[in-house]
């Protein structure tokens, strides 16, 4: 056995830290594939996401002094579910990068997200060649076509690049997935240096979503599955340092919010009523499969299956790499489904699914004969046309239709209603609005969120699936001047059909998207209602229809409320 083990052949394609890249090599594994996620990102333009505008108002309210609130004066509630994001975004503006003008004509509210989640999925790609040099005998080769498959997802760079956390829970799962791989590549377990870093990642990306939360247990699921009897108390000792250094971070925060917001979970997740899943959450991943397409998908996870199941050095660190992916994967099932499309909270699904193909087939295709390497090349052709179309339609339809970009609500909601209560004559007017991240930013009315994402008691109402005392709290309690609803929250809430609403409140216009505003019918004097739809007909609809009309663009070097 000594004899065959050490074999030159076996010796000779036995990966291991032995393998080192140099700097131009490291260049091009990292360089490429962030190129071409950033050529990407630029078919969607300057467009952020409405709900990133949400942390941009708290990394505002924080850094000016005026605590975690959504406005100065508002509740505090935490509305953010990301609060590492958060922080960067906090730094960002205290050092003057973030929601302070423009860089070179560029808002900075668009181009610092967007650089900074750039250098972030630099260091997805940085993890995926300290994964290939220990794995692979062309770990630059591997790097570069599982980054530029990577960079082809629209999934991926839709929601790196939206001003959401996504970018960063990439790189903690994948960096989580790189150390844990570098870790065992030699054979034994992971050291408690290397466990000490798995337990700080995971606590950064439990902070960076809730769902972060699930990579706490990679460590010890990759343990369990590497255990020997003989080593258990090792194991122990690993788990533990793992499990200590996840508990400080994370137990620090939690700690905060207690204090700070006296609750055990964000608002946010409150008000979205995240349940156990049922038979329907358990299928969704089913979603990533119709996503890349079904025959790319076969043939991956075959190719992943043959490299696992045969004899190899690579085979070792391939299942520790699948830990992490089955985690992403997992994470995506249990979440109650999205409605912005492009599966959104897939992000770490498709990076560490890149390389996990890619080291496999790294693997596999050298040892086939002549026939076999044509015969999967023929069948890689044919998967790689509908999933290439579906790729380009995915393109299309976010180019023409981006989900909720940040101007649209800013002007409709934030601009428009601030116009409103002017033409009142200002006062103690309040806006019920069920978006509100580009609103907060440049309204001037204080903001009731009807989602409950920044307000405690609205929250609860979600959570209970209590319609009615929402719809009593609203009508009743709150006693908003102005209302602005779209069909589906109205629909969702019971509003629509609310006698009350018909009964103090009149409409001022809707748009053609199905936007109706209303206002309360005490809040008008003699003349205010046609001075209202006038102001609308002359200055507020055009301008919505203005920035509708230009999804992907940006509206203003800074956003601010009148009087901040």
Not at 445 to 465: E, F, N, Q, T
Not at 523 to 541: F, K, N, Q, W
């Amino acid at each position: 056995m000594t004899q065959v083990a050490e074999r030159p052949d076996v010796v000779a394609v036995e990966p291991g830290p032995a393998t080192r890249v140099g700097r131009a090599g490291r260049a091009v594994a990292v360089g490429v594939p962030t190129l071409l996620v950033g050529l990407h990102a630029l078919l969607y333009g300057r467009w952020i996401v409405d709900d990133a505008a949400i942390t941009f108002a708290y990394a505002r309210s924080i850094t000016t002094g005026a605590g975690p609130v959504l406005q100065p004066g508002a509740e505090v509630v935490e509305g953010y579910s990301n609060p590492a994001w958060l922080a960067l975004l906090a730094v960002g503006r205290l050092v003057g990068l973030f929601d302070r003008g423009a860089w070179f004509g560029v808002p900075d509210h668009v181009a610092f997200p967007k650089l900074l989640a750039l250098v972030l999925v630099a260091g997805v790609f940085a993890c995926f060649l300290a994964v290939t040099s220990v794995l692979c005998r062309r770990p630059v080769a591997v790097a570069v076509v599982a980054g530029a498959v990577t960079a082809a997802v629209p999934s991926f760079v839709v929601w790196t690049m939206s001003g959401l956390e996504n970018s960063l829970l990439a790189l903690c799962a994948v960096a989580i997935a790189a150390v844990l791989v570098r870790a065992t590549a030699a054979g034994g377990l992971p050291d408690v240096r290397s466990a000490v870093g798995c337990g700080l990642l995971a606590a950064v990306a439990a902070l960076t979503r809730p769902d972060g939360l699930v990579y706490a247990v990679a460590l010890p699921l990759t343990v369990l599955l590497l255990l020997r009897r003989a080593e258990l108390g090792r194991a122990v000792r690993v788990v533990l340092a793992g499990t200590v250094a996840f508990a400080v971070p994370a137990g620090a925060y939690l700690a905060w919010r207690l204090v700070t917001f006296g609750e055990w979970l964000p608002n946010t997740a409150l008000a979205k009523s995240q349940g156990l899943p049922g038979p329907a959450e358990l299928a969704r991943p089913g979603e990533i499969v119709s996503y890349v397409g079904w025959l790319a998908a076969v043939l991956g996870a075959v190719v992943v299956g043959v490299a696992v199941l045969r004899p190899s050095p690579t085979r070792r660190g391939l299942v520790v790499l699948l830990v992490p992916l089955a985690l992403a994967v997992a994470a995506f099932g249990v979440l109650e489904g999205d409605w912005m499309g492009q599966l959104r909270f897939a992000t770490p699904v498709w990076p560490l699914g890149a390389l996990a193909v890619g080291v496999a087939a790294a693997e596999v295709l050298p040892g086939l004969p002549v026939r076999g390497r044509v015969v999967v090349a023929v069948l890689a052709a044919a998967a790689v046309v509908p999933t290439g179309a579906a790729f380009v339609d995915g393109v299309r339809s976010v180019r023409a239709a981006p989900t909720a970009p940040l101007c649209v609500v800013a002007q409709n909601t934030g601009v428009a209603f601030t116009g409103y209560s002017a033409v009142l004559g200002g006062g103690d007017h309040v806006l019920l609005a069920p978006d509100i991240g580009g609103a907060a930013l440049v309204g001037g009315l204080p903001i009731v969120d009807l989602v409950g994402l920044a307000d405690s008691r609205i929250a609860r109402y979600w959570a209970a699936g209590d319609t009615a005392g929402l719809r009593d709290h609203v009508v009743d309690e709150v006693r908003p001047t102005f209302i602005t609803i779209n069909p589906d929250w109205a629909r969702l809430t019971g509003l629509a059909d609310d006698p009350r609403i018909a009964a103090d409140y009149v409409e001022i216009g809707t748009s053609p998207s199905g936007v109706t505003d209303l206002v309360r019918l005490d809040a008008l004097g003699p003349g205010d209602l046609e001075a209202l739809r006038a102001y609308r007909a002359s200055t507020a609809l055009p301008a919505d229809l203005a920035v509708r009309s230009a999804p992907r663009g940006s509206c203003g070097d800074v956003l601010t409320a009148p009087g901040r």
